[in-house]
């Protein structure tokens, strides 16, 4: 069994190190690599994932996990062991599906499709890039039927990001969480907005940086397994637990993109970095779901991030880095600024309260067009029905409308959205969490600029178990219960209640 069991992890590191190698050379294109190189990069890294693809699929992998079954049955539930196999087996029978020449023709799509959306997004023209998206969603229906079985055809998509979820569980949390923010979000816009000047001035790139990469090694960030470099979309990349990266986009004239896309990014990195050691290259070295990871980039850019406590201790820091700017803008009017909320019509800028509704709208989209109820050529006009709808605004143009998300045009349609609203959930559940075992975790932020006790605390009951445990296997056993969007409503009731009057939504 030893011996089987040996082999099985050495040719899961050969799949590993492929898919490294494939990640590494996207962290190069979308980094230092001149424009010249995209065509052949992109080649490069459909080879790769291919190979990878091919190994992980090799029947010898499937007998291998037949032939370790009653060593798995012999060994205790959570044992590395008995995890690595459980996961394994089902990563392995989730891709046997998906035939390879599927796979390879998808990925040659969209990367076209996405190559003809990065001239089509400026451009404003979405019917140059329709034809693409309509092969995409027949990919996508293609991609769902391949697991047959599912009571909705997102399932299975929704399944392969976020584990245990389906289209039904997502509506029913997005349709209770809905019911509460939206007259949250109508007692906020109709007050005066926010002045958030102070941010767009003039704020040099380098200290913008710097800046961003002192706080993110404050939270614990190893620099000696990582680094961070600019890019246009902000991403974490992972190689190896030894060498975890994160990149940033800055604005000269606004003080926030840099700022808490570097602190998102940041919060990937330290669920990466804090995977205990000894799963390195074994399918449990990852996240737990896209909601769960995507709790973690929220926890520490926003519960942290753009807390009143964080800016106690780090506004005079920044005020010294800025002098001219900040110098005469007090704490109070910095604090109202990063916490400004307004309709608006960018997911990516969007604030913590109106996010949720830009990522609902996208989750209903896809849900509509697999299940045929809208077509393509009618997604522009459904977008911005429902953007009306929801916000109150109808969208200029389809660039900042149904084209500003790349999702949709360098992948399938089905899966890709529900992820950052169960991570706005879940951040504040396990947040919470940390500070009733830990009351003095908001007190050592505010005073000493600390983040030691959070930190442990995530790596102890969440981070150190990579992917052994489910996402829902994970939220019981770190916060004792299953998801609730108790504990965030709380904290947006406590927060912007503080900023805003909230007449009646205050109360729950
Ligand atoms: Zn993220």
Redesign the pocket.
Known sequence: MEAKFQELKTRLLEVDDLSSAAGLLYWDQSTYMPPGGAAARGRQMATLRRLAHEKFTDPGIGKLLDALMPYEESLAYDSDEASLLRVTRRDYERAIKIPAGFAAEVTNHTSESYQVWTEARPANDFERVRPYLEKTLDYSRQAANFFPGYEHIADALIESRDYGMNAAEVSRVFAELREELVPIVSAITSQEPADDSCLHQHFPEEKQLAFGLEVAKRFGYELDRGRLDKTHHP??TKFSLGDVRITTRTKENFLGDALFSTL??T??ALYEQGIRMDLEGTPLAGGASSGV??SQ??LWENLVGRSRGFWYYYYPKLQSVFPEQLGAVSRDTFNRAINKVECSLIRTNADEVTYNLHVMLRFDLELALLEGNLEIRDLPNAWRERFDADFGIVPPDDKDGVLQDVHWYFGLIGGSFQG?TL?NILASQFYTSACKVHPHIPSEIKRKGEFNTLHNWLKANLYQHGSKYTASEIIERATGSALSIEPYMAYLRTKYGELYDLGNCSVA
Do not use: A, C, T
Request: avoid cysteine.
């Open positions: 991403f974490m998102h990014e919060g990937h990871h995507e980039s929220r950052y991570g």
